[in-house]
């Protein structure tokens, strides 16, 4: 009866696997998303600020670590220096993940080019340290973008967006001018993230062909309605929630308005399964390699169905 039930669980999430592939139409208003990368792979790996469980958050080394562990999309938090240049960096003062002292927005580029963005990571974790890691700079968007070129693919972070006015119009300048929106505004490998409904709408305004994820940090057990689902649904292609506070139900009535469910930071096996199980289309994790194996036992567990990553 057990194994039973295991193998009808298995099969539900196998076709939820194949289903998702015919699914991913979904579309906000007025924005028909060309955004392959997601429509085309069935669950998307994104490597949470790089493969940031291995090498110093956002810095070169955490990024290229994430393509290397086959990570779909490189996670970038943007925050604005004093001279209105995009930089990644998850938080708003560079006290933690810097020598640093102070708030971005109270430093020019210059200024925080001068810092040490790995060192901190050596120290923090000696079982993990790398002589390379010392002295790291932080990147600019631009220099990322430089970089890892038009084939990787970017899930793009407004944070603080209150603090930076005039981020937003930087943002998509910065994706012009490197191309990774074509003419007439469309993108193949570019997803922008808010926690702020404000900036998402912004960006939605100022491009509404660009595919956009509505971020939530409940505190508590996570409900979700149907009139919020629809509204999400006028301006983003998805939402991406705290995984430790939603279940199956929430994942259930995401995935009825057709919308994607990318989670937040699915860092355990068991964790990744489970997600995968309610119907995850996608997760943020500190270790692309971890998800990647979970998602290939899965892929070999299952020899009925032609489930691909
Ligand atoms: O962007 C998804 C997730 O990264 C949100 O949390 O605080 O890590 O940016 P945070
Ligand atoms: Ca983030």
Not at 259 to 277: C, G, I, S, W
Request: hydrophobic share 35%.
């Amino acid at each position: 009866m057990k194994t039973n039930l295991k193998k009808l669980g298995f099969c539900m999430m196998s076709a939820a696997f194949i289903l998702q592939a015919t699914s991913m139409g979904a579309s906000a208003a007025n924005g028909s998303h060309s955004n392959s990368s997601i429509h085309e792979k069935k669950i998307v790996n994104v490597a949470h600020r790089g493969a940031s469980g291995y090498a110093p958050e956002h810095t070169i080394p955490a990024y290229q670590m994430g393509e290397q562990m086959k990570g779909d999309y490189i996670e970038i938090d943007l925050q604005m220096t004093k001279d209105g240049r995009l930089v990644a960096m998850h938080d708003e003062k560079v006290d933690r993940t810097t020598n640093g002292t102070g708030l971005v927005k109270d430093l020019t580029l210059a200024e925080i080019k001068k810092l040490d963005a790995g060192t901190w990571f050596n120290e923090k974790y000696p079982q993990l340290a790398k002589e390379v890691y010392e002295g790291l700079k932080v990147p600019t968007l631009e220099e990322v973008f430089k970089k890892f070129g038009k084939k990787a693919n970017y899930y793009i972070e407004t944070k603080s967006p209150d603090v930076y006015p005039g981020m937003e119009e930087e943002l998509l300048q910065v994706l012009e001018e490197y191309k990774m929106v074509d003419s007439k505004g469309r993108t193949k490998n570019v997803l922008i993230q808010s926690f702020s409904k404000e900036s998402l709408m912004k960006v939605h305004d100022l491009n509404p062909r660009l595919p956009l994820v509505q971020l939530f940090s409940y505190k508590n057990q996570a409900t979700i309605s149907d009139e919020e689902l629809e509204s999400i649904k006028e301006y983003a292609v998805g939402v991406g929630p705290n995984f430790s506070k939603v279940d199956g139900q929430y994942v259930k009535m995401v995935r009825n308005h057709d919308l994607q469910f990318h989670p937040y930071t699915v860092n355990e096996r068991a964790d990744m399964k489970k997600a995968l199980e309610w119907g995850a289309t996608g997760l943020f994790t500190n270790y692309p390699d971890v998800f990647n194996e979970v998602l290939s036992e899965y892929k070999h567990k299952d020899n009925g169905n032609k489930v691909t990553k």
